[in-house]
């Protein structure tokens, strides 16, 4: 990358913001809000819609593949704003609520929209957006901004659900629950249509001086992967972000925690997951401008340690209804944690010197091992709190992702200590 500054427009970095968090809101953010919402209205168990979540992840792994390459060889403004109004019209279907075989088609339809179409898409522009001295700074600006997105989404999607509940949630009946959902999955497929729009006309002025120098009829070649296949860094990514991303699967447990545990009702535990959101950026921004005086990997291993701590706290069964804040604490902790490896891991790009130019490719190889969460957490999840209801089952999931933070410390430390590896 010749590009030594951050050149790019203000409003790029904005947009990608929104788009990068606005397509993940229908699959992923609504159910972690309202978890015990979603699964009431739609008349599913946890094992039932993690059973959703794999055929999204099954359909992604293959995205990630030849999604990769694919953003090698196209634009990021028309793959994002195609992927963008996809996902939206999949979302006004979710609202007729459908039967759970055609919630898997459907699963597997947003897993090829939000990957193939638009993840390395959004990770090369946020990496050309960045320059090469500012990639810390861009990443938290990034996913600081996505977790912004992502709890105004939330906070407006309480106040939606909240207008059309009438009266004490309690005495409602699940109708009149599923029509304030309804309402609410609606106003975020109106949203991300026209953050498609937005992206469409808006992103097109992103660009790179590398970028330009790409031979793309090469793009899509198995020389591409032969080469990103020699980084060091890129395997190590792979254990890393496949570590981080089981931490970030864990915060859709915390509405069902603060329900079940803590004896939260259905909107107050909507709220625990909306407020957790709002952490987000801050965390991204504080730490991409630390990563960029220090180094991305030195606060990815300091997330792990965070992780690894507080979900031995979860695990230990110390927490109950009468130590909110030592709750509120904990979960504040752990956010802070699985937010800075989240916001770190593919800013680590540049620092172990992978060409921009590969970028597409290498973030489709690392994903392919880094994202399977997306096929085995939330059945694993689904099956121990359906196996063990109530406080038990949460103590498990969270004793299985110390594992995972312990597993994933390591390998940060081992990108640490060596960050770059030629080929």
């Keep these: 990358m010749k590009n030594n500054k951050t050149s790019s427009p203000a409003y790029i970095i904005i947009l990608l913001i929104l788009a990068g968090e606005a397509v993940f809101i229908l699959p992923f953010v609504l159910q972690r809000i309202f978890r015990p919402t979603f699964l009431e209205t739609f008349a599913i168990t946890n094992l039932q819609i993690g059973s959703c979540f794999s055929v999204y992840g099954l359909v992604a792994l293959f995205s990630y593949l030849f999604g990769g390459p694919l953003a090698d060889k196209f634009k990021p403004h028309i793959l994002m704003s195609v992927a963008l109004m996809l996902t939206a019209l999949g979302g006004f279907y979710l609202a007729t609520y459908p039967t759970l075989k055609n919630l898997h088609l459907l699963y597997g339809f947003w897993g090829f929209t ?33 977790g912004l997105t992502a709890a105004l989404f939330g906070s407006v999607g309480v106040m939606i659900f909240s207008f059309f509940i009438t009266k004490e949630i309690e005495v409602t009946t699940l109708d009149e629950r599923r029509e304030a959902f309804k309402q609410v999955i609606i106003y975020s497929s109106v949203a991300i249509c ?27 070649t198995l020389s591409s992967f032969k080469q990103v296949m020699k980084f060091r860094a890129v395997w190590l990514l ?27 009702n259905e ?23 630390l990563a960029d005086r220090t180094r991305a990997s030195l606060w990815i291993i300091i997330g792990f340690i965070l992780m690894l701590i507080t979900s031995l706290v979860f695990a230990s069964g110390i927490l109950n209804d009468s130590t909110t804040l030592l709750f509120i604490l904990s979960i504040g902790t752990m956010a802070l944690g699985v937010y800075s490896a989240r916001v770190l891991y593919f800013a680590t790009l ?24 997306d096929i085995f957490a939330g059945p694993l ?20 992702m110390s594992g995972f933070s312990l597993v994933g410390s390591i390998a940060a430390y081992f990108l ?8």
């Design 194 to 220: 026209i953050i498609a729009l937005l992206v469409f006309f808006f992103l097109k002025n992103l660009n790179s001086s590398e970028e330009n120098t790409i031979d793309k009829s090469k793009s899509l």
């Design 114 to 146: 939000t990957i193939f179409l638009f993840w390395a898409s959004m990770i090369k522009a946020t990496r050309i957006w960045g320059g090469t001295d500012k990639q810390g700074i861009a990443f938290g600006f990034l996913d600081g901004g996505r």
């Design 238 to 264: 792979m254990i890393i972000i496949l570590c981080a991303y089981f931490g970030y699967k864990m915060t859709d447990v915390f509405s069902l925690y603060a329900n079940q545990v803590m004896n939260y």
């Design 381 to 400: 999840m689904g099956y121990v709190l359906d196996a063990n209801p109530g406080e038990i089952g949460l103590r498990h999931v969270f004793a299985i």
């Design 267 to 289: 909107i107050d535990s909507a709220k625990v997951g909306t407020y957790l959101l709002y952490m987000r950026p801050v965390i991204g921004v504080v730490i991409g401008l």
């Design 416 to 423: 640490y200590k060596n960050p770059s590896s030629n080929p």
């Design 350 to 373: 540049e620092e172990s010197k992978i060409p921009l130019a590969l970028t597409g490719t290498a973030v489709g190889f690392i994903s392919i091992v880094g994202y399977t969460p």
